[in-house]
């Protein structure tokens, strides 16, 4: 099983970019997917999930109107859509599953512990 994340790079303070996690001998449209992210010198933390049908999603605060999860089945590929970055978001940004349906979410919180499949991380730099 392997998830892998694309889509990293350098942007400006107010501009967007586009992460993809795709799974090899995983089909994602069976599992939950989340996006964790970790800063420099900071725990790893939970962004966004998405069910396995696309019908339920989490967002943190802090990125709520700005992230938006979707998945594409056919293609086997989760979207991260990240608008009005600024330079909190810097971080690098893991896909990653439970193995289950739904997304681990607890008090509001996506739980990292209940990750069993993790893909390599893609960095995301927001500065001018």
């Known amino acids: 099983v392997q998830l892998q994340a694309f889509g990293g790079g350098l942007v400006q303070p107010g501009g967007s970019l586009r992460l993809s996690c795709t799974g090899f001998?995983?089909?994602?449209?069976?599992?939950?997917i989340g996006w964790f992210r970790q800063a420099p010198g900071k725990e790893r933390e939970g962004v966004v999930c998405?069910?396995?049908?696309?019908?339920?999603?989490y967002y943190k605060d802090s990125v709520k109107g700005r992230f938006a999860i979707s998945k594409d089945n056919a293609l086997n590929t989760v979207y991260l859509q990240m608008n009005s970055l600024t330079s909190e978001d810097t971080a690098v940004y893991y896909c990653a599953s439970p193995g289950v349906m739904g997304c681990p979410v607890i008090a509001g919180v996506l739980i990292y512990d209940a990750m069993e499949h993790w893909g390599k991380g893609t960095q995301v730099t927001v500065s001018s």
């Open positions: 001998e995983f089909n994602l449209g069976d599992y939950a």
């Open positions: 998405i069910n396995y049908s696309g019908n339920s999603k």
